[in-house]
């Protein structure tokens, strides 16, 4: 068996190969005009990957689960929420669809807030059974999306279509400004990251154990659920939603290096991530040639994934 | 609850779905034959009606009819991937089957939202862990898996827009002419009381049901046929009508019990009463415009299921 270090290598390696294969196969039409728009997209592909790893195995470890994730509990749906809102009743032309940094901080600041109540009415009462919670979930979900529909159905065709690139995860129309704030967000995640790694470590043992060995656990429950809801907010404004990665990407990383060490599972998450999205891009764009985006084949993916995963725990429970 | 004061508030609900609607009509404007009032009366609201009832009742019944044989409280179109797999069904038709008639391609869907369905029941056979919440779960998930293949198809073909407006359940576009499809859930409606019985014996096990001297299988696909028929009638004509067979079906079993014979007429007529109230209210709250049903009930419906989640675990199990 291979140490984790060697396989945390062999995955850098691969992320960086994908990211080589995207950034220089088929270039066409002058390397100047081509070259930094992929360095673009592929910087937000890092980006999303890396926030999307992240606040799943924080969020996983604090929820004391690895089925449960913030995209699955709603959080997109409440993202597609604020930006249905905003085109409703503002119009594609409004300040708050225009100025990307108010739609940014919308967004953000609705997604917080969904997290908070989320947490307050269903995990800290620790009174619901995990398939329950999912169960929840989904429906919350198909609630506000209902709403969303409803909502999109009045809208006009061509307001309909630019909301459309917005609620798809595209990395194709990604604005070079706001992909330096979900940077700086990232940089500031990473700075407070470091220093709680080994809190998450001691906080995975649960609560009674954690609060026994030292940590104010209600108080780091608050400050995680805070960061990964920014990082998830974050990442679906920078490129839209994409429901299933996290859940994948945490698993795989659990499965591959069997370590609780958050430092470590949060770093091959990541890659993987990077991977699965650099990589899957490179194949539907250039190798395929489809106008899907990602998102879509991911959701896809990571459906049949989850419905394995579901199946493979409820043996081990039932 | 008795059967009478259903029956009797649906017909109070009838008579006002009748007369609400953009255009205002009197029964008084009725008496002359000519009018444009009576004109839009018989094109329109009364075909509307008439949906409304088949549709309600269907879906409920459909909804029964699967909770039974799987012998779990939360399962319906819905959480199964019959009302995913018939939207997949069509967009599928729509694509590769243009020059087909229109006979072939309803029954295209009907076989798709036939397999898919029996896919479900195949993926239940092999869960161990029968638990009342988590095989809705499955169910969703599979759901999702079918949607996000007919994302993946709108998307590649640009027709996204027109499958999100046309196929979310809506009554306003029902005039004579567009819904007679709907007719062919009557028989089936029926055939599922002359079968109740067998549905329940059928949801024991196919073990146990085979001892009683019942041919399952034959049960059993006639049950999911059932179904079938009427999602993509329902599907086809109105649309998506989310939630109504997994709690009309459930509210009726919490007053009056499981046995089948007694709970489908209850059924049937609550399932009515629901949509009536839901597509009114749709029509009332921004008139002269109108809310899709689906969405009020998928409101209504949702609220109602969380409820029923977060209150009636003892009760499911």
Known sequence: MRSNQTKIIFLAVLAIICMLLYGFYDIKGGFDYAFPRRVIKIAAMVVTGIAISYSTVVFQTITHNRILTPSVMGMDSMYEVVQTLIYFFAGSMSIWVVNRYLNFGAAIIAMVLFALILYRFLFRTNKYPIYLLLLIGMILGTLLGSFVTFLQVLIDPVEYLSLQTRLFASFTNVKAELLYIAMGILLIAFIYGFQIMSKLDVMSLGRENAINLGINYDRMVMNILILSSVLIATSTALVGPITFLGLIVANLSYQYLATYKHSTLILGASLISVIALVGGQFLAEHIFELRTTISVIINFVGGIYFIYLLLKESRSAG | ?317
């Open chain 2, 1 to 317: 609850m008795r059967l009478w004061m259903l029956i009797i508030a649906s017909v109070i609900l009838s008579f006002i779905s009748l007369f609400v609607g953009a255009i205002d009509i009197r029964p008084s404007d009725l008496l002359d034959w000519g009018s444009d009032e009576t004109q839009i009366f018989l094109i329109s609201r009364v075909p509307r009606l008439l949906a409304i009832i088949m549709a309600g009742a269907g879906m409920s019944i459909a909804g029964l009819i699967m909770q039974s044989l799987s012998r779990n409280k939360f399962v319906s179109p819905t959480t199964a991937g019959t009302l995913d797999a018939a939207k997949l069904g069509i967009i599928l038709s729509m694509l590769f089957f243009t020059n087909a008639t229109y006979i072939q391609q309803i029954i295209f869907c009907f076989i798709f939202t036939l397999i898919g369905t029996l896919v479900f029941m195949q993926i239940l056979d092999r869960i161990k862990f029968k638990d009342a919440i988590f095989v809705p779960l499955i169910g969703i998930m599979y759901g999702n898996i079918l949607s996000a293949i007919t994302t993946f198809l709108g998307y590649e073909a640009n027709i996204l827009q027109n499958i999100s407006s046309w196929l979310m359940g809506s009554f306003t576009l029902v005039i004579s002419g567009r819904y007679e499809l709907l007719y062919v859930s009557i028989p089936a409606i029926i055939l599922a009381y002359l079968y109740a019985n067998k549905f329940t014996v059928a949801g024991m096990g196919e073990d146990f049901a085979k001892n009683l001297g019942l041919s399952y299988r034959f049960v059993l696909n006639l049950g999911l046929t059932l179904v079938a028929i009427i999602s993509t009638s329902v599907v086809l004509t109105v649309g998506v009508i989310p939630f109504l067979g997994l709690i009309v079906p459930n509210i009726v079993s919490l007053y009056l019990g499981d046995n089948l014979r007694k709970t489908i007429p209850h059924t049937m007529i609550l399932g009515i009463v629901f949509l009536l109230i839901c597509d009114i209210a749709g029509r009332i709250i921004i008139h002269p415009y109108e809310i899709p049903v689906n969405i009020t009930v998928a409101v209504i419906g949702s609220v109602i299921f969380l409820t029923m989640l977060f209150r009636g675990r003892a009760y499911a199990k």
